[in-house]
């Protein structure tokens, strides 16, 4: 439908190098949107990769996720960079979702969304093992606490934790950018490519 | 200058300093502090690296409120986490009031408080000090793709102006009759009406940024050209070859202590 | 091979950047063969195009010579082509922009449809109306984000420097060099990014809907930047709804109806064109007036129709005089009194007395940043009123609005909705009362078609299925969106999407309306159905109060004025009762509209 020249080096195109720092900023901003005017306990940090994702693929999914940490620790907080693994495997499997067709139904994408939880869960849990001796000084390291003392250890703990929260905030995410894209005008889907 | 992350304008000792340079030195920094025993050598690097170097650069109080503010909570949770709960044969208890901390589970905490001194430290020093326009032209002009720094620098400026987005967007559909300090149902109905509008608008936005990047022919071919230098004196290279060989002699020393036992 | 290619377009590209300045340009084609046919920048012959999926073609048949250095406005109904011909021009039809071109089209030499667009910025810069949509986001300075385009060409950097030097002084914002490019007004931003595609020293600029984010004072600094530029050599298309704005700027002016040629020539002949309000473009007002103070015997029957206010006020004097010497006395001063079109209304406007909907009692509002955006306001907003609230930027209107629903409560002082104190209430529950369309629609629009969007806010207000579905139908009535019910809002050209947002909350059937910005982006035909609205809320005892920079629009479609001005109210009266001294007030902060001017500033 419509084109646009690709630079030679990263293989993007120039609607991706368009929307990608976008998606970044949405990351970042509706993190804050969804918290303190609807005061819900969700995240929604990873929306715009997942979105990324699935319009354009796992190379550009997998670029979003990894940069909006790199933004994030540029920005707030340093401490944020360890976890740009995770965010790149995030985004990389909304790529592979986006490319099996989940987006045709809504289950499809829950699914993507669960499977996405705990595969982040599994990553990120040797990273905050290493790192942060599995802490990150938020209300989840309660559970932390619980399943060490329920003799896991500490990266078994970790990743208990990662299991038990991600899989439904990724759930949510994924069915938001289902109902989001399903929505999206002809015109759009045509340009970014989700049509295919 | 404004919208430009951490970076604070002042003209100290690592603001002179080429990107790359600074760069290498956090990468040193990280590598020395997993590979050499821990407690001591991340709080060593902090007070003996980090700390004199922020205060050359004259952004010590900063750097220190900064980190402060995002480890407290992290070294909080740490201590109590893993001192009261880290799983261990160990049966040494340090008491503390009325609470019962595990020796070992102290020993770890401290381990690790004090790496992470360094780990979110060292990176914070170098954003504080280094203009993200400068860091990612210098990273381009040392390879890095510049489809990726494009990235990063954008975004970095667009978050402002898309959380401005996010504040007119609940006011839109606020006045539109949109509960959002209702219950939790309502409040749940109402993310899509929130959300929607943000992305969409974002989607057509894209679109039209699109066209601005064909406009100035990013992906033009042939060489680039940059309207500023980074200045890269010798002596700033040797170091850079300097830190790089220290690097790789730690990793080779550590690889060697392992298989010796 | 493709290396020897690429040497090749390096060394004609850094060539051409030394060509430093644009006088240049024009004493390059000063010879005599172009004294005798002046060279033609832009040739368009027998261009058709259909965007991929499209049915209908957006461009049909179009022929199309522009001479260099020639301002050419292109005006036309929303949808009409215009800005599918700017980005033919500038190659984004069909590189980017998909879809079946037929018919030559060739820009400064060079044939758009087989060179890149990479290629072709050296030779024309598209800029449209969202600037900043267009700034490149990468640069953290007006002066790199204006060398961006050139360190992507690999301009040597003494060229670069010389094109950017000359890029902000033709532009006039040299002294915003170290500002940041998110730091500066809209007006501000608008003349960086064209700076920054004139920076690549293409002779042609084509502006696509160039005034519809900008306040009249960006508009006219915006004007004779365009002049200046012409003067230098520049060919400069501009697409545009404004047409008094057109009138002002134009040497030439080309009418598109459904993508077809409908008019082409001077603008005092093709802007007075018969056949122009038979296709909805319509007239810009100075000629509107005149057609209707001929009709009124106020106007030489031959003599031609104005499109400037100067040529209006001359026009009338004359035909004044005239009648003074034939009657010997006059009745009017000078007789150039054009009527307010709400001075006819007045039987319906309501009586003093009137319920109030709104009521604002010594309001001050400080901002957690310390601003002190409100200083004490009282203003009462009563059944059937229909308010202009104006003021420059920064006078503290958008505040002020955000007071009406409770999306903002003041520091001191109290806000009445229906006689409840704002404080007391959440704004959803203000949302019965009162409904407000915010300037960006993007911030509303989100559901799958048009008459979902509408149904959103009565259906969040609680009514009645029965009432929902009565109230989206008489929605969709009144702002003619019959076609397009089941669109996705955002597949709508821009000035219909305006229209949508307005219907959903025109849907909630407040008691009063708020319009901020109505009219930015709009065609004459929409802004006739928005006053014709407008008309018909008053009738049923609605209130509507609107903000904006439209002076001409409010004059015609409202009867209250409230000029804001440093966080209080600097005067609150009837624009058909403004005395001179107020007059003086607004034509300070925000200008004049044109009768008004005719009645105290142009005798």
Redesign the interface.
């Known amino acids: 439908m419509t084109t646009s020249t690709t630079s030679q080096r990263s293989g993007l195109s120039s609607t991706a190098l368009a929307l990608i720092p976008i998606a970044i900023a949405i990351n970042v901003a509706l993190g804050h949107l969804v918290q303190s005017v609807l005061k819900l306990p969700i995240y929604l940090d990873s929306i715009g990769t997942v979105l990324v994702g699935l319009l354009l693929g796992p190379l550009a999914g997998a670029i979003t996720g990894l940069l909006s940490n790199v933004i994030w620790g540029l920005t707030l907080a340093p401490a944020a960079l360890p976890f740009a693994a995770v965010a790149a495997v995030i985004g990389l499997i909304a790529g592979y979702a986006g490319q099996y067709g989940a987006i045709r139904s809504w289950w499809k994408m829950a699914l993507a969304g669960v499977i996405t939880g705990v595969i982040a869960a599994a990553i990120s849990a040797p990273i905050a093992t290493y790192v942060f001796g599995g802490v990150t000084g938020a209300g989840t390291d309660v559970l932390v606490a619980m399943f060490q003392n329920l003799g896991a250890s500490v990266l078994g703990a970790s990743f208990m934790q990662g299991a038990v929260s991600d899989p439904l905030d990724k759930t949510i995410t994924y069915l938001i950018a289902w109902a989001i894209i399903i929505a999206l005008p002809r015109r759009l889907l045509a340009r970014f490519g989700a049509a295919e | 200058m404004q919208r430009t992350g951490l970076f604070i304008e002042r003209a100290g000792f690592l603001q002179r300093l080429n990107p790359l340079t600074k760069v290498t030195g956090v990468l040193l920094l990280i590598g020395a502090t997993f590979l050499l025993p821990a407690p001591l050598t991340g709080a060593a690097l902090t007070v003996g690296a980090l700390l004199p170097l922020a205060f050359a650069s004259l952004v010590a109080h900063r750097f220190l409120d900064v980190l402060v503010k995002t480890l407290l909570p992290v070294l909080i949770s740490l201590a109590l986490v893993q001192g009261l709960f880290f799983p261990t044969s160990d049966p040494t208890t340090v008491a503390v009031g009325p609470l019962l901390f595990r020796r070992a589970g102290l020993q770890f905490a401290l381990d690790t408080g004090s790496r992470l001194l360094v780990v979110a430290g060292a990176p914070l020093l170098l954003f504080q000090t280094t203009h993200p326009g400068a860091l990612v032209q210098a990273l381009i002009q040392s390879g890095m793709p510049r489809s990726i720094g494009y990235i990063v620098l954008v975004a970095l400026q667009l978050i402002p102006a898309i959380s401005e987005r996010a504040v007119g967007v609940a006011e839109a559909q606020r006045a539109r009759g949109l509960e959002t300090e209702g219950s939790v149902l309502q409040r749940i109905r109402g993310v899509l009406p929130l959300i929607s509008p943000l992305i969409v608008g974002a989607l057509v936005e894209a679109e039209e940024r699109a066209m601005a990047i064909e406009a100035r022919a990013f992906n033009a071919p042939g060489p680039k050209t940059w309207v500023r230098d980074i200045p890269d004196p010798p002596v700033e290279r040797t170091a850079r070859i300097g830190m790089l060989a220290a690097l790789g002699a730690l990793i080779v020393w550590r690889i060697a202590s392992l298989f010796s036992g | 091979m493709a290396y020897c290619v690429?040497l090749f377009?390096?060394t004609v590209?850094s060539r051409r950047a030394l060509d430093v300045d644009l006088t240049h340009l024009r004493t390059n084609h000063a010879d005599m063969n172009d004294v005798l046919q002046p060279h033609t920048r832009i040739a368009l012959h027998n261009v058709t195009f259909t965007y991929?999926?499209a049915t209908e073609p957006a461009l049909r048949d179009v022929t199309l010579a522009v001479p260099a250095g020639q301002i050419c406005a292109i005006i036309g109904r929303a949808g009409a082509g215009k800005s599918t011909l700017c980005a033919l021009c500038?190659g984004?039809v069909p590189?980017?922009?998909?879809g079946r071109l037929t018919g030559s089209a060739i820009v400064d030499d060079m044939p758009v449809a087989t060179h890149?667009?990479?290629?072709l910025?050296r030779h024309v810069?598209?800029v449209?109306s969202?600037a900043?949509?267009?700034?490149?986001?990468?640069?953290?300075?007006v002066?790199?984000e204006v060398?961006?385009?050139?360190?992507?060409?690999?301009?040597?950097?003494p060229a670069?420097?010389e094109r950017?030097e000359w890029a902000l002084r033709a532009l006039g914002i040299d002294h915003l060099r170290d500002r940041?490019p998110?730091?500066l007004s809209g007006g501000q931003q608008q003349r960086m990014v064209i700076a920054?595609?004139l920076a690549?020293n293409p002779p042609v600029l084509a502006l696509d809907e160039p005034t519809s984010q900008l306040d009249p004072p960006a508009m006219i600094e915006l004007a004779d930047v365009l002049r200046s530029l012409s003067r230098q050599g520049m060919t400069i298309l501009v697409a545009e709804h404004r047409l008094e704005w057109v009138a002002d700027v134009a040497e030439r002016v080309v009418a598109l109806d459904h993508g077809a040629v409908l008019a082409d020539g001077a603008p005092a002949s093709v802007l007075t064109d018969p056949r122009l309000c038979e296709h909805g473009i319509g007239w810009p007002r100075p000629a509107q007036m005149a057609a209707q103070a001929r009709a009124e015997g106020r106007w030489a029957p031959e003599r031609p129709l104005p499109i400037t206010v100067a040529d209006l006020a001359a026009g009338l004097r004359a035909a004044a005089a005239d009648q003074e010497s034939m009657n010997g006395q006059s009745n009017t001063p000078h007789g150039l009194t054009v009527r307010p079109v709400a001075e006819m209304d007045e039987a319906l406007s309501m009586t003093p007395v009137a319920e109030p909907v709104v009521t604002l009692d010594e309001v001050h509002f400080t901002y957690p940043t310390g601003v002190e955006a409100l200083r004490g306001v009282s203003l009462t907003v009563r059944r059937g009123e229909r308010i202009a609230l104006v003021g420059r930027n920064g006078a503290g209107k958008s505040t002020l609005v955000?007071h009406l629903?409770g999306?903002l409560r003041p520091s001191r002082g109290r806000v009445l909705v229906d006689g409840v104190d704002t404080r007391t209430t959440?704004?959803?529950r203000c949302?019965?009362s009162v409904?407000?369309v915010?300037q960006?629609v993007?911030?509303?629009?989100?559901?799958?078609t048009v008459r979902d969007e509408i149904r959103?806010?009565p259906r969040?207000?609680g009514f009645a299925p029965e009432r929902v579905d009565a109230l989206t139908e008489a929605a969709i009535d009144a702002l003619d969106l019959h076609d397009v019910v089941s669109e996705?809002?955002?597949?709508l050209p821009p000035a219909r999407r305006r229209l949508v947002a307005i219907a959903?909350?025109l849907a909630?059937d407040t008691a009063l309306l708020v319009l901020d910005e109505p009219t930015a982006g709009l065609d004459n035909a929409s802004i006739a159905l928005l006053k014709r609205l407008i008309e018909q809320l008053t009738e049923r005892q609605r209130s509507v109060l609107v903000v904006s920079h439209d002076l001409d629009f409010c004059y015609e479609a409202l009867d209250r004025v409230v000029l804001m001005r440093d966080g209080r109210i600097a005067f609150d009266g009837r624009f058909a009762e403004v005395d001179q001294v107020q007059t003086a007030a607004l034509d300070g902060d925000v200008g004049l509209p044109i009768a008004l001017r005719l009645r105290y500033v142009c005798p």
């Open positions: 690429a377009w390096m590209l991929a999926g500038a984004f590189h980017f922009f998909r890149p667009i990479a290629e910025v810069a598209l449209g969202n900043f949509s267009q700034i490149s986001g990468a640069r953290f300075t002066y790199d060398a961006f385009g050139l360190e992507n060409l690999g301009v040597p950097r670069m420097i950017v940041s998110y730091a920054a595609a690549m955000r629903n999306l959440t704004v959803a949302a019965r409904g407000v915010f960006d993007r911030n509303q629009l989100f559901a799958r959103f806010g969040n207000l996705h809002p955002y597949d959903a909350v909630m």
